[in-house]
């Protein structure tokens, strides 16, 4: 459960010193959530309106998720990327920081 928190404290205030505050949207693809999740907090934290978009494989389960929350079984599919998506919901992922999401199919 660090690694939310690590990305909340270093990553987020990092990107939205760099843009000086004027960051809209990040776009994360995402496997144990910490880093969408961390960043997403403290986004929103310094501006509401910010949105936090997950690029997720085609056969990961968190597209899935984000849309309806419930880990739906046609979405547990073979993808061939490694480091991003999954075939369950990790506890470090934060869902509710998440506007939205889209896949791409990797393959």
Not at 35 to 59: A, R
Request: proline share 4%.
């Amino acid at each position: 459960m660090d690694n939310p928190d690590a990305h909340y404290l270093t990553t987020g205030p990092e990107i939205y010193e760099q843009t000086n505050g004027t960051v809209t949207h990040f776009v994360m693809a995402a496997s144990t959530g910490g880093t969408i999740s961390g960043v997403g907090k403290y986004l929103k934290e310094q501006n509401k309106d910010v949105k936090c978009v997950l690029v997720d494989p085609v056969g990961s389960v968190l597209k899935g998720y984000q849309e309806t929350g419930t880990i739906r079984q046609e979405d547990n599919k073979t993808f061939q990327i490694e480091g991003f998506g999954k075939a369950y919901i990790p506890r470090t992922l934060n869902i509710d920081v998440v506007d939205w999401s889209v896949s791409y199919n990797d393959n």
